[in-house]
C-alpha cells in the first residue's frame, strides 16, 4: 500500500484517486507517490542542500569559482569538464560547455568553454569532444563471457567494469527463465554485488526475461521453464521476488497467459516495472496488459506478432499508446533500420529506449558459448540458437550509438537521448540521464566518430582510453 500525499490515506497502487480526500493520485512510477516510490536506493549523493543561487549560475571567472567554494564546495573538491559539446539529455546541446561535479553530483552547467581557473580544482579540457550523459543499457544478458544466469559476485563487479568501456554508466543485467534455485542464486549475487563500491556502471537490479511468457514466442527462452504465474511451479520464483524486490528493477511478462494481467498490479505493489514481451498477445490482450499497469514493452517487434492492419495485437498497442516505453534492439539486425524509423518516428525519442540485448558474445568477434542451457554459436557476427533462431545480440551500447546515427541517419542529440535519458525517465530514475544541476554526474565524453574516450560514474572517472 503507498499513501495520499495530500492525506495521508493509504491506497492501493492501482488506484486513481484517494477515496478518503478526493484528490488525485500519482502514476504508479511517478517519484514521490508513497514509501515504495524510490525503486530501489542507488547509494545517490543526498541532494546538494547548499546549492544556492550563485551556484546554479556559475560564470567562468576564478573569482566565481571562489564563490561556489565559500557557499558549498572546496575547490579541490570540484572536477571541471571543459570545452566539449554538451549534449543535455533533451536532444539540445551547448557548444562549447562547462561542467563544474563535486560529491558525485553536477553542480554547474555553463554555455562557454572555460581555462584553468588554477584555484586547486580538477580541470579536463575536452576540446573537440563530446559529453553526454552515460548510457543505460535495461536489457543485457551479458558480455566478455560473462552471463547473468551464471555470473557470480565477481562476475557482476566485472560486468561493471567492461561495461564502462562502453560508454555504460548504469545497467540492468537481464536473465532468462530459469528454475528458482538458479535465481536464487542470481538474486543472491547480484545483491552482494551492488552493497559493494561498483568499479564501473552502476548494477540497477536485475531484468527478469521470465517464466511467465509465451511458449509461441519463447524465442530463446528455454520452453521447460515457461509456465503461468498461477502455477505451482512459480511459487518459489514468486517468494524470491518477494525475498529480493529491491533487486529486481524489470520483469517481463506476456498478458495473455492466465494469471498474467492479475499478477502486474502485484509487480508494481512491489516496485517492479511490468514489461510486456515474449507474447501472442491479441491487440485487446495487450490493452489490457497497459490497463493493469504495464507501460514498458520489451524488444518491440521481437518474440511477438508483426504488427498487422486488422490484427495490430501486441506491437500495435505499444505503438498506440503514448505512455509505453519500447525497447528496441538496434544492432541491426533484430530490426530493419527502415522499421527502427517508423518506431522512432511513432514513438518519438522520448519513448524508445535503445536496448543491446546483448549476450555474454558482446565484444567478442567470434566464439560459442550457452544462454540458459541452450548452445549459441556467433557467425557472421550474429548470435543464433542451433535451431537458427537469433539469440540476442553481441553489440555493446557505444556501437548502438554508431549504428543509429551512421545507418538509420538519425539525429545525434535524439539518438542520445535513446540510450540515457529514456532509459532513466522509463526506470523512473530522475537522478540519471541528465546533464543539470544535481543530477548524478554520470557521464561519458565521446570523439568525434563517437568512440568513447571517458566514462564518469558517480563524479570519477571509471574508463579512459
Known amino acids: 500500500m503507498r499513501k495520499c500525499p495530500a492525506c495521508g490515506a493509504e491506497y492501493d497502487v492501482v488506484d486513481a484517486i484517494c477515496s478518503s480526500c478526493g484528490k488525485e493520485l500519482p502514476a504508479p512510477y511517478e517519484a514521490g507517490a508513497g514509501e515504495d516510490s524510490d525503486f530501489g536506493e542507488e547509494s545517490f549523493p543526498e541532494p546538494i542542500s547548499a546549492a544556492s543561487d550563485e551556484v546554479r549560475s556559475v560564470l567562468s571567472d576564478g573569482s566565481t569559482w571562489q564563490l561556489v567554494a565559500q557557499h558549498a564546495f572546496p575547490p579541490e573538491t570540484i572536477t571541471l569538464l571543459s570545452g566539449a559539446e554538451v549534449f543535455l539529455g533533451d536532444g539540445t546541446s551547448l557548444n562549447p ?121 519463447k524465442g530463446a527462452q528455454p520452453p521447460e521453464q515457461i509456465f503461468s504465474p498461477d502455477d505451482q511451479q512459480a511459487w518459489n520464483i514468486k517468494q524470491l521476488i518477494d525475498d529480493y524486490t529491491e533487486d529486481i528493477r524489470i520483469m517481463t511478462v506476456a498478458p495473455e497467459v492466465p494469471g498474467v494481467v492479475e499478477f502486474i498490479p502485484w509487480l508494481l505493489e512491489r516496485g517492479i516495472i511490468p514489461s510486456l514481451g515474449h507474447s501472442a498477445a491479441t491487440y485487446d490482450e495487450a490493452v489490457a496488459g497497459f490497463a493493469a499497469g504495464a507501460i514498458h514493452a520489451t524488444h518491440l517487434f521481437n518474440a511477438m506478432p508483426p504488427l498487422h492492419h486488422r490484427n495490430p495485437g501486441l506491437v500495435g498497442a505499444a505503438l498506440e499508446n503514448d505512455e509505453v516505453y519500447t525497447e528496441v534492439v538496434c544492432d541491426g539486425v533484430h530490426v530493419h533500420p527502415a522499421v527502427l524509423s517508423i518506431i522512432f518516428s511513432s514513438k518519438g525519442a522520448e519513448r524508445v529506449m535503445a536496448i543491446s540485448d546483448a549476450l555474454q558474445g558482446a565484444g567478442m568477434d567470434a566464439g560459442e558459448f550457452y544462454l540458459g542451457g541452450q548452445h549459441v554459436t556467433i557467425v557472421n557476427g550474429v548470435a543464433r540458437l542451433d535451431s537458427g533462431t537469433i539469440a540476442g545480440s553481441i553489440v555493446t551500447s557505444d556501437a548502438i550509438l554508431r549504428f543509429l546515427v551512421a545507418q538509420v541517419g538519425w539525429d545525434l542529440g535524439e539518438a542520445l537521448m535513446m540510450v540515457s535519458s529514456t532509459p532513466a525517465d522509463g526506470l523512473r530514475i530522475p537522478h540519471l540521464g541528465q546533464i543539470a544541476v544535481e543530477a548524478a554526474a554520470d557521464l561519458v565524453a565521446l570523439n568525434q566518430d563517437l568512440t568513447v574516450a571517458r566514462t564518469i560514474v558517480n563524479g570519477k572517472t571509471v574508463y579512459q582510453r
Open 97 to 217: 560547455g562547462t561542467v563544474a561535479m563535486a560529491a558525485g553530483r553536477i553542480i554547474g552547467v555553463i554555455e562557454e568553454a572555460m581555462t584553468d581557473p588554477g584555484d586547486g580544482s580538477t580541470f579536463i579540457d575536452l576540446s573537440g569532444q563530446m559529453l553526454a550523459p552515460g548510457f543505460i543499457d535495461v536489457h543485457v544478458h551479458g558480455m566478455m563471457g560473462i552471463d547473468t544466469n551464471a555470473a557470480s559476485t565477481d562476475d557482476f563487479l566485472r560486468f561493471s567494469r567492461e561495461a564502462a568501456k562502453h560508454g555504460t554508466t548504469a545497467l540492468v543485467p537481464t536473465t532468462v527463465a530459469c528454475p528458482a534455485e538458479n535465481l536464487s542464486r542470481v538474486l543472491n549475487n547480484i545483491h552482494a554485488a551492488r552493497t559493494q563500491e561498483v568499479p564501473g556502471a552502476r548494477l540497477l537490479g536485475l531484468h527478469l526475461e521470465s517464466n511467465f511468457i509465451s511458449q509461441q514466442f
